[in-house]
């Protein structure tokens, strides 16, 4: 996949890079506190969806860059962080809205999906840190 006749994966691998971090951020924010949820939650919902459909890209199209140019070692290491950050991504994807409209309805529902809200962004944060600088490593060198 190109685009300018450029490989289109190091290309929106720089957006999962910034909105899987700034969208788990902001879901632990508006876990923690009422007042963010209230005025943001939705706002880190969009969020939240455009880091999972950027590390879902970036993972299509790291396949098929993978696929055109082959697999080192060090590609490998990079492809199994960035499948698993897909899964993170995704859920707090889907669990943030459900937790925003559970909220008001039921006070268990919410803590449960809260909870796992909280798993996914961390969950998510430390994959992304894993497979930016296992792909970097990949790219430059040690």
């Known amino acids: 996949m190109d685009v300018f006749g450029l490989p289109l994966h190091p290309l929106v691998v720089h ?3 910034v909105l899987v971090p ?7 924010l508006v876990v923690a506190f009422a007042r963010v949820r209230e005025r943001y939650g939705w706002l880190v919902v969009a969020f939240a969806v455009a880091a999972g459909a950027s590390a879902i890209v970036a993972r ?4 098929a860059l993978a696929a055109q140019r082959g697999l080192g070692a060090l590609v490998v290491s990079h492809r199994t962080w960035g499948e698993l950050t897909v899964y993170p991504a995704v859920a707090l994807a889907l669990l943030l809205p ?3 409209l559970l909220q008001r309805r ?7 999906v809260a909870g796992l809200s909280v798993l996914a962004a961390v969950a998510g944060l430390v994959l992304i840190g894993l497979t930016g600088h296992s792909g970097a490593v990949a790219v430059w060198g040690s």
Request: hydrophobic letters at 60%.
């Open 15 to 17: 957006a999962a890079v």
């Open 22 to 28: 700034l969208a788990a951020l902001g879901a632990l």
């Open 60 to 63: 299509l199209s790291g396949e």
């Open 98 to 100: 459900v937790g925003l």
């Open 106 to 112: 039921s006070r268990t529902g919410w803590r449960v």
